[in-house]
């Protein structure tokens, strides 16, 4: 599929929209004033002195519809207004033509909700924005409620954190092995054993350097999230040094929330959870992607439903109270009647948190060899899964409290973190909405500088794996000395909002 790009600047997000339509096809973007080839979409903006004409022209297995639209261009909105014009007419012809029709419509945007948030704040009710959602983005009335109902519980979490606040992300980058949709890690924990005590080392190291900045900032630590990878393909003994680390340099006075991803069921031990518990860790999770044994073979994970079960049930004899699982709707293998049963198998657990995550290859995973056989096998039946899915947990008691949405994911859908009242995942919705700067520290770590009080934000990358990040740890704390001089450019205006630079 070929994507022209004809006087104006929006290629990028005419290239989302075709992707969420020809997923599983390479598409070429070319900024030429004709369209050619076989199959094309042609994207045009041709302005006078008064108006600007958008035309729309799609060729697909030889049939050929196009459309037009005249825009004043005094509009205020004039860009914006052009923009979404171009993307609902691409999105009309190529509805057409492919019989698709995908729930968020034109909105190709990572975060939804926030959208919601932002209309609120511009003073519109709920109807309105429904209206909005389903007129101008051509929504549907089902995911337009999902994101208005998420915006409630996120506005309720958002609320608790100050200008001072921050979180902190402890990244332990290994797995007992590598899922076929993922791209995350570039080898298995047994060729990188070596690496986990020396990798251990640093991060202590990593931790004492961002809580001696945090003290002199004076910034109050409201969520640690241990995640990755597998944080559990540590002992027990390697984890007991974290816990204990962040325990003697940081202030947890003001803690709500400290996650631990006990992830693979294969990696949970009553060692380590001994340990998960004795450090005070409120929130944990157990990840089975899936109940059936047959898929997970299929995607390369290497435990079974029982060791699953079995992991469940030991977290709970052992007293932990809250505990997430995560599920994935699409997986190769799984079919409508398999993913109930999963389903119907997590609720009978009843744990407190399941987030539920629509299939997503990632360019470097080994599924990504064949995405048309991923994709054109499982797209149909990934939207009966979610729709079965998310009325099983109502009727459960769990309500979805945060939402977002990936790149290259099935049937352009999302992902979706579901809990029991008071049970929801604080971290989740403070590193989606960025909503206070997020400290990241180990291997392929983030940290997000939010402006206190403002808008605007910095990163600061660590390196990616694990050996990059030993071999060039002195390079990392270099970049950590970025942190306090964000906070000392913004001291001064930091109760402006939407201070500094934007």
């Known amino acids: 599929m070929t994507l022209f790009i004809d006087g104006h600047t929006y290629h990028y997000e005419m290239e989302c929209l075709c992707r969420m339509f020809f997923f599983y096809q390479?598409?070429?973007?070319?900024h030429a004033q004709a369209p050619s080839g076989e199959n094309y979409v042609y994207t045009g903006a041709a302005r006078t002195e008064e108006t600007t004409r958008l035309s729309v022209q799609v060729r697909l297995d030889e049939r050929v519809h196009d459309e037009q639209a005249q825009v004043q261009n005094a509009r205020e909105d004039y860009d914006s207004f052009c923009e979404k014009e171009l993307a609902r007419m691409v999105y009309r012809i190529l509805s057409k033509l492919t019989g698709t029709h995908l729930g968020w419509g034109i909105l190709t945007g990572i975060r939804p909700v926030r959208l919601v948030h932002s209309f609120w704040e511009q003073g519109k009710d709920d109807r309105e924005i429904q209206q909005i959602f389903q007129r101008d983005y051509y929504a549907s009335p089902q995911k337009t409620q999902l994101a208005i109902t998420t915006a409630y519980q996120e506005k309720q979490i958002i609320s608790r954190s100050g200008r001072d606040s921050f979180s902190l992300y402890v990244s332990i980058p290994f797995c007992p092995s590598r899922c076929r949709y993922c791209s995350f890690v570039s080898h298995s924990v047994e060729k990188t054993k070596k690496l986990m005590e020396p990798y251990v080392d640093h991060l202590c190291r990593e931790l004492r350097l961002v809580a001696d900045q945090v003290k002199q900032l004076g910034l109050r630590l409201e969520t640690v999230y241990f995640g990755g990878g597998t944080p559990t393909?540590?002992?027990?003994?390697?984890?007991?040094?974290?816990?204990?680390?962040?325990?003697?340099?940081?202030?947890?006075?003001?803690?709500?929330?400290?996650?631990?991803?006990?992830?693979?069921?294969?990696?949970?031990?009553?060692?380590?959870?001994?340990?998960?518990?004795?450090?005070?860790?409120?929130?944990?999770?157990?990840n089975p992607q899936t109940l059936s044994d047959s898929v997970l073979q299929e995607i390369?994970?290497?435990?079974?439903?029982?060791?699953?079960?079995?992991?469940?049930?030991?977290?709970?004899k052992m007293g932990f109270d809250n505990i997430n699982m995560d599920l994935i709707a699409g997986l190769p293998g799984d079919t409508y009647e398999s993913f109930v049963q999963t389903i119907e198998g997590v609720l009978k657990l009843d744990p407190e948190n399941v987030t539920l995550h629509t299939l997503s290859v990632k360019?470097?995973?080994?599924?990504?060899?064949?995405?048309?056989?991923?994709?054109?096998?499982?797209?149909?039946?990934?939207?009966?899964?979610?729709?079965?899915?998310y009325q099983r947990f109502e009727e459960q008691g769990l309500r979805p409290y945060y939402l977002y949405r990936q790149k290259n994911t099935m049937g352009n859908m999302e992902n979706v973190g579901f809990c029991k009242p008071g049970k929801e995942g604080l971290y989740n919705v403070y590193i989606m909405d960025e909503t206070h700067s997020i400290l990241a520290v180990g291997a392929g770590g983030v940290t997000k500088l939010r402006q206190p009080g403002g808008t605007y934000l910095q990163r600061i990358f660590n390196f990616k794996y694990p050996y990059e990040y030993l071999s060039r740890f002195d390079d990392i704390l270099t970049r950590k000395?970025?942190?306090?001089?964000f906070y000392e450019r913004y001291k001064d205006d930091s109760d402006r909002p939407g201070g500094g630079d934007q």
Do not use: C, N
Request: no cysteine.
């Open 481 to 485: 000395g970025q942190v306090p001089e």
């Open 233 to 286: 393909t540590l002992t027990a003994q390697q984890l007991e040094r974290l816990f204990d680390t962040i325990k003697e340099q940081f202030d947890l006075s003001h803690l709500q929330e400290y996650t631990v991803e006990a992830g693979r069921p294969d990696t949970i031990t009553p060692e380590k959870l001994q340990a998960i518990k004795a450090a005070g860790i409120t929130r944990i999770s157990i």
């Open 26 to 30: 390479k598409i070429e973007v070319v």
């Open 363 to 389: 360019r470097a995973a080994d599924l990504a060899r064949q995405p048309d056989w991923v994709y054109r096998q499982q797209h149909e039946t990934v939207a009966a899964m979610l729709e079965y899915a």
């Open 300 to 316: 390369g994970r290497r435990h079974t439903t029982q060791q699953t079960l079995e992991a469940f049930a030991l977290a709970r």
